[in-house]
Protein backbone atom coordinates (compact mmCIF):
# COMPACT_ATOMS: atom_id res chain seq x y z
CA UNK A 1 0.00 0.00 0.00
CA UNK A 2 1.20 3.66 -1.22
CA UNK A 3 1.44 5.49 1.87
CA UNK A 4 1.28 9.44 1.64
CA UNK A 5 2.43 12.52 3.95
CA UNK A 6 -1.18 13.52 4.42
CA UNK A 7 -0.19 16.91 3.22
CA UNK A 8 -2.71 19.12 1.20
CA UNK A 9 -2.13 18.64 -2.77
CA UNK A 10 -1.08 22.07 -4.16
CA UNK A 11 -4.43 24.22 -5.49
CA UNK A 12 -4.16 23.86 -9.33
CA UNK A 13 -3.29 19.82 -8.78
CA UNK A 14 -5.83 18.73 -6.25
CA UNK A 15 -7.97 15.73 -6.81
CA UNK A 16 -11.06 18.15 -5.52
CA UNK A 17 -10.16 21.07 -7.93
CA UNK A 18 -10.07 18.51 -10.77
CA UNK A 19 -13.38 17.20 -9.78
CA UNK A 20 -15.20 20.65 -9.29
CA UNK A 21 -14.04 21.65 -12.72
CA UNK A 22 -15.50 18.60 -13.99
CA UNK A 23 -18.71 18.70 -12.64
CA UNK A 24 -18.78 22.61 -13.49
CA UNK A 25 -18.91 21.47 -17.32
CA UNK A 26 -21.76 19.19 -16.98
CA UNK A 27 -25.21 20.58 -17.29
CA UNK A 28 -27.97 18.59 -16.32
CA UNK A 29 -28.54 18.15 -12.54
CA UNK A 30 -29.50 14.45 -12.52
CA UNK A 31 -25.95 13.63 -14.29
CA UNK A 32 -24.13 15.78 -12.83
CA UNK A 33 -24.99 14.89 -9.10
CA UNK A 34 -24.80 10.74 -9.99
CA UNK A 35 -20.99 12.07 -11.76
CA UNK A 36 -20.38 13.25 -8.19
CA UNK A 37 -21.40 10.28 -6.11
CA UNK A 38 -19.07 8.16 -7.97
CA UNK A 39 -16.04 10.65 -8.04
CA UNK A 40 -16.66 10.92 -4.16
CA UNK A 41 -16.88 7.04 -3.51
CA UNK A 42 -13.36 6.66 -6.10
CA UNK A 43 -11.75 9.38 -3.85
CA UNK A 44 -12.60 8.19 -0.83
CA UNK A 45 -11.76 4.79 -1.63
CA UNK A 46 -8.40 5.70 -3.26
CA UNK A 47 -7.64 7.94 -0.04
CA UNK A 48 -7.92 4.27 2.26
CA UNK A 49 -5.76 2.60 -0.20
CA UNK A 50 -2.76 5.31 -0.13
CA UNK A 51 -3.63 5.67 3.37
CA UNK A 52 -3.96 9.55 3.42
CA UNK A 53 -6.62 12.30 3.60
CA UNK A 54 -8.77 12.51 0.35
CA UNK A 55 -7.23 16.60 0.88
CA UNK A 56 -3.71 14.96 0.05
CA UNK A 57 -5.27 13.01 -3.29
CA UNK A 58 -3.98 14.95 -6.99
CA UNK A 59 -5.69 14.90 -10.21
CA UNK A 60 -3.03 12.40 -11.08
CA UNK A 61 -4.28 10.05 -8.63
CA UNK A 62 -7.75 9.66 -10.09
CA UNK A 63 -6.42 9.58 -13.88
CA UNK A 64 -4.04 7.00 -13.08
CA UNK A 65 -5.09 3.68 -14.40
CA UNK A 66 -3.98 1.49 -12.09
CA UNK A 67 -5.95 3.47 -9.50
CA UNK A 68 -9.18 2.98 -11.69
CA UNK A 69 -9.02 -0.50 -11.78
CA UNK A 70 -8.47 -0.74 -8.45
CA UNK A 71 -11.44 1.27 -7.82
CA UNK A 72 -13.52 -0.64 -10.23
CA UNK A 73 -12.84 -3.84 -8.77
CA UNK A 74 -13.29 -2.96 -5.25
CA UNK A 75 -16.44 -1.65 -6.64
CA UNK A 76 -18.10 -4.80 -8.59
CA UNK A 77 -16.97 -6.40 -5.60
CA UNK A 78 -19.04 -4.83 -2.81
CA UNK A 79 -15.87 -3.15 -1.12
CA UNK A 80 -17.25 0.45 -1.68
CA UNK A 81 -20.66 -0.69 -0.57
CA UNK A 82 -22.18 2.04 2.44
CA UNK A 83 -25.47 0.18 2.73
CA UNK A 84 -26.34 -3.44 2.70
CA UNK A 85 -27.60 -5.39 0.13
CA UNK A 86 -29.65 -8.02 -0.85
CA UNK A 87 -27.09 -10.61 -0.06
CA UNK A 88 -25.32 -9.40 2.52
CA UNK A 89 -22.80 -6.18 3.21
CA UNK A 90 -20.54 -6.71 0.17
CA UNK A 91 -22.86 -7.96 -1.95
CA UNK A 92 -21.82 -7.55 -5.72
CA UNK A 93 -22.63 -4.17 -7.54
CA UNK A 94 -25.28 -4.56 -10.29
CA UNK A 95 -24.46 -4.30 -13.99
CA UNK A 96 -26.22 -0.91 -13.97
CA UNK A 97 -23.81 0.81 -11.03
CA UNK A 98 -20.75 -0.66 -12.93
CA UNK A 99 -21.61 1.29 -16.45
CA UNK A 100 -22.39 4.28 -14.00
CA UNK A 101 -18.91 4.32 -12.89
CA UNK A 102 -17.21 3.12 -15.77
CA UNK A 103 -18.68 6.16 -17.76
CA UNK A 104 -18.04 8.52 -14.97
CA UNK A 105 -14.14 7.58 -15.75
CA UNK A 106 -14.47 7.87 -19.34
CA UNK A 107 -15.79 11.26 -18.94
CA UNK A 108 -13.68 12.16 -16.36
CA UNK A 109 -10.53 11.03 -17.61
CA UNK A 110 -11.65 12.67 -21.67
CA UNK A 111 -12.54 16.11 -19.64
CA UNK A 112 -8.83 16.27 -18.34
CA UNK A 113 -7.03 15.16 -21.70
CA UNK A 114 -5.82 11.77 -20.25
CA UNK A 115 -9.29 9.51 -21.77
CA UNK A 116 -8.75 5.87 -20.42
CA UNK A 117 -11.96 4.41 -22.88
CA UNK A 118 -12.70 1.66 -20.38
CA UNK A 119 -15.19 -0.71 -21.53
CA UNK A 120 -18.37 -0.26 -20.29
CA UNK A 121 -20.58 -2.73 -19.05
CA UNK A 122 -23.72 -3.57 -20.65
CA UNK A 123 -26.11 -2.34 -18.45
CA UNK A 124 -29.28 -5.04 -17.67
CA UNK A 125 -33.25 -3.51 -17.82
CA UNK A 126 -35.78 -5.05 -15.50
CA UNK A 127 -39.21 -5.76 -17.17
CA UNK A 128 -41.34 -3.05 -17.03
CA UNK A 129 -44.26 -2.91 -16.06
CA UNK A 130 -47.49 -2.39 -19.02
CA UNK A 131 -49.91 0.59 -18.24
CA UNK A 132 -52.27 -1.54 -16.86
CA UNK A 133 -49.90 -3.45 -14.41
CA UNK A 134 -48.52 -0.34 -13.54
CA UNK A 135 -51.88 1.83 -12.98
CA UNK A 136 -53.51 -1.48 -10.90
CA UNK A 137 -50.12 -1.72 -8.62
CA UNK A 138 -50.10 1.84 -7.99
CA UNK A 139 -53.54 1.78 -6.65
CA UNK A 140 -53.30 -1.13 -4.69
CA UNK A 141 -50.20 0.79 -3.04
CA UNK A 142 -52.17 3.63 -2.48
CA UNK A 143 -54.73 2.01 -0.88
CA UNK A 144 -52.86 0.50 1.74
CA UNK A 145 -50.12 1.17 3.99
CA UNK A 146 -48.07 -2.06 4.36
CA UNK A 147 -46.94 -2.91 8.42
CA UNK A 148 -42.97 -2.12 9.34
CA UNK A 149 -43.35 1.37 7.22
CA UNK A 150 -43.32 4.72 8.63
CA UNK A 151 -47.11 6.73 7.52
CA UNK A 152 -44.77 9.80 5.79
CA UNK A 153 -42.58 7.01 4.37
CA UNK A 154 -45.34 5.61 2.82
CA UNK A 155 -46.50 8.58 1.49
CA UNK A 156 -43.34 9.65 -0.27
CA UNK A 157 -43.02 6.72 -1.86
CA UNK A 158 -46.36 6.54 -3.17
CA UNK A 159 -46.63 10.11 -4.50
CA UNK A 160 -43.29 9.30 -5.79
CA UNK A 161 -44.43 6.28 -7.81
CA UNK A 162 -47.50 7.35 -9.18
CA UNK A 163 -45.26 10.42 -10.77
CA UNK A 164 -43.21 7.50 -12.10
CA UNK A 165 -46.68 5.96 -13.79
CA UNK A 166 -47.89 9.43 -14.66
CA UNK A 167 -44.67 10.86 -16.53
CA UNK A 168 -42.78 7.93 -17.62
CA UNK A 169 -39.75 9.02 -16.08
CA UNK A 170 -37.65 7.67 -13.38
CA UNK A 171 -35.24 8.91 -10.18
CA UNK A 172 -33.10 11.22 -12.78
CA UNK A 173 -35.95 13.25 -13.62
CA UNK A 174 -37.90 12.67 -10.27
CA UNK A 175 -35.38 13.34 -7.92
CA UNK A 176 -34.79 17.12 -8.47
CA UNK A 177 -38.50 18.06 -8.84
CA UNK A 178 -39.20 21.20 -6.16
CA UNK A 179 -43.08 22.33 -5.34
CA UNK A 180 -43.53 24.29 -7.92
CA UNK A 181 -43.45 21.88 -10.57
CA UNK A 182 -46.95 20.67 -8.92
CA UNK A 183 -49.94 22.37 -9.71
CA UNK A 184 -52.79 20.29 -7.55
CA UNK A 185 -55.81 23.01 -7.29
CA UNK A 186 -55.91 23.99 -11.44
CA UNK A 187 -58.99 22.74 -12.62
CA UNK A 188 -56.79 19.94 -14.46
CA UNK A 189 -53.75 19.30 -12.18
CA UNK A 190 -50.37 18.67 -13.39
CA UNK A 191 -46.61 18.00 -12.61
CA UNK A 192 -43.59 19.45 -14.22
CA UNK A 193 -40.31 17.21 -14.72
CA UNK A 194 -37.39 18.89 -16.60
CA UNK A 195 -39.58 21.57 -19.09
CA UNK A 196 -42.65 19.30 -19.46
CA UNK A 197 -46.37 19.44 -17.88
CA UNK A 198 -47.81 16.47 -17.24
CA UNK A 199 -51.63 15.81 -16.50
CA UNK A 200 -52.30 14.16 -13.33
CA UNK A 201 -54.92 11.83 -13.11
CA UNK A 202 -57.41 11.52 -9.53
CA UNK A 203 -54.92 8.67 -7.95
CA UNK A 204 -51.91 11.03 -8.61
CA UNK A 205 -53.37 13.91 -7.35
CA UNK A 206 -54.35 12.37 -4.22
CA UNK A 207 -51.12 10.68 -3.49
CA UNK A 208 -49.44 13.81 -4.25
CA UNK A 209 -51.66 16.14 -2.48
CA UNK A 210 -51.23 14.07 0.85
CA UNK A 211 -47.79 14.49 0.76
CA UNK A 212 -47.48 17.93 -0.08
CA UNK A 213 -49.79 17.99 3.71
CA UNK A 214 -47.09 15.45 5.12
CA UNK A 215 -44.47 17.66 3.77
CA UNK A 216 -45.27 20.76 5.00
CA UNK A 217 -46.11 19.19 8.54
CA UNK A 218 -42.33 17.90 7.99
CA UNK A 219 -40.69 21.41 6.99
CA UNK A 220 -43.34 24.03 7.95
CA UNK A 221 -45.98 22.78 10.02
CA UNK A 222 -46.42 20.97 13.73
CA UNK A 223 -43.71 18.16 13.04
CA UNK A 224 -41.10 20.58 11.81
CA UNK A 225 -37.80 20.39 13.69
CA UNK A 226 -35.70 22.37 11.50
CA UNK A 227 -34.83 26.35 12.63
CA UNK A 228 -34.76 28.42 9.88
CA UNK A 229 -36.27 28.52 6.48
CA UNK A 230 -38.43 25.96 4.82
CA UNK A 231 -37.63 22.88 2.60
CA UNK A 232 -38.72 23.35 -0.95
CA UNK A 233 -37.40 20.70 -2.46
CA UNK A 234 -40.38 18.13 -2.97
CA UNK A 235 -38.47 15.18 -1.53
CA UNK A 236 -37.61 15.01 2.02
CA UNK A 237 -36.43 13.03 4.89
CA UNK A 238 -38.99 11.36 6.93
CA UNK A 239 -37.32 10.51 9.91
CA UNK A 240 -34.21 11.22 11.63
CA UNK A 241 -30.78 10.30 10.81
CA UNK A 242 -27.99 8.95 12.14
CA UNK A 243 -25.35 10.49 13.75
CA UNK A 244 -22.30 10.09 12.12
CA UNK A 245 -18.75 11.01 12.98
CA UNK A 246 -19.56 12.53 16.43
CA UNK A 247 -22.05 14.83 14.64
CA UNK A 248 -25.89 14.67 15.65
CA UNK A 249 -28.50 13.12 13.83
CA UNK A 250 -29.74 15.09 11.05
CA UNK A 251 -33.76 15.78 11.76
CA UNK A 252 -36.45 14.55 9.42
CA UNK A 253 -37.33 17.50 7.06
CA UNK A 254 -34.49 17.25 5.29
CA UNK A 255 -34.07 17.42 0.95
CA UNK A 256 -33.75 13.36 0.39
CA UNK A 257 -30.63 11.80 -1.34
CA UNK A 258 -31.47 9.55 -4.13
CA UNK A 259 -30.18 6.48 -2.07
CA UNK A 260 -33.19 7.64 0.72
CA UNK A 261 -35.39 7.36 -2.00
CA UNK A 262 -34.46 4.08 -3.62
CA UNK A 263 -34.64 2.24 -0.35
CA UNK A 264 -38.04 3.34 0.66
CA UNK A 265 -38.99 2.41 -2.84
CA UNK A 266 -37.89 -0.94 -2.00
CA UNK A 267 -38.77 -1.58 0.88
CA UNK A 268 -42.53 -0.30 0.43
CA UNK A 269 -42.11 -2.84 -2.93
CA UNK A 270 -40.77 -5.90 -0.82
CA UNK A 271 -43.53 -5.51 1.74
CA UNK A 272 -46.81 -4.59 0.01
CA UNK A 273 -46.09 -7.09 -3.27
CA UNK A 274 -43.39 -9.70 -2.13
CA UNK A 275 -40.38 -8.49 -4.38
CA UNK A 276 -38.26 -5.23 -4.55
CA UNK A 277 -39.08 -4.05 -7.88
CA UNK A 278 -37.05 -0.66 -9.49
CA UNK A 279 -38.86 2.83 -9.59
CA UNK A 280 -37.84 2.41 -13.49
CA UNK A 281 -40.24 -0.59 -13.78
CA UNK A 282 -43.18 1.49 -13.04
CA UNK A 283 -43.01 3.60 -16.10
CA UNK A 284 -45.15 1.44 -18.13
CA UNK A 285 -43.72 -0.02 -21.38
CA UNK A 286 -45.28 0.77 -24.75
CA UNK A 287 -47.22 -2.21 -25.67
CA UNK A 288 -49.71 -3.70 -22.69
CA UNK A 289 -49.73 -7.10 -23.43
CA UNK A 290 -52.10 -9.82 -21.71
CA UNK A 291 -49.31 -12.23 -21.33
CA UNK A 292 -47.01 -9.72 -19.51
CA UNK A 293 -50.46 -8.24 -17.49
CA UNK A 294 -51.16 -11.34 -15.88
CA UNK A 295 -48.40 -11.78 -14.11
CA UNK A 296 -48.61 -8.41 -11.96
CA UNK A 297 -48.38 -8.28 -8.79
CA UNK A 298 -51.93 -7.25 -7.65
CA UNK A 299 -52.99 -7.44 -11.10
CA UNK A 300 -55.49 -10.14 -10.49
Not at 169 to 196: E, I, K, S, V, W
Request: aromatic share 4%.
Amino acid sequence: MTQSTGRPAPAGRSARAAVAAFLSAIPGEATRSLRRTYLQEYAAHLATLKDCPEAALTRADLLDPAHATAWLHAAASGETRRRTGRRGPRTPASANSMAARTTTLNTFTAHHGHPLALTVPKPEFAPRLTPTEAHRTLRLLTAHQPDGILTPTWERTVALISLAVTTGHGLNHLQPMTLDDLQLDRPLPRARTGRTWYPLDTVTRHALTRWTDTHHALTAGHLKTLQGGNVHQLWVTTAPGRPRHGHDAPPAGLPAARRTLEAAHRRLTTLALGTPLLLEQFCPAEDDEPAQASTAPGAS
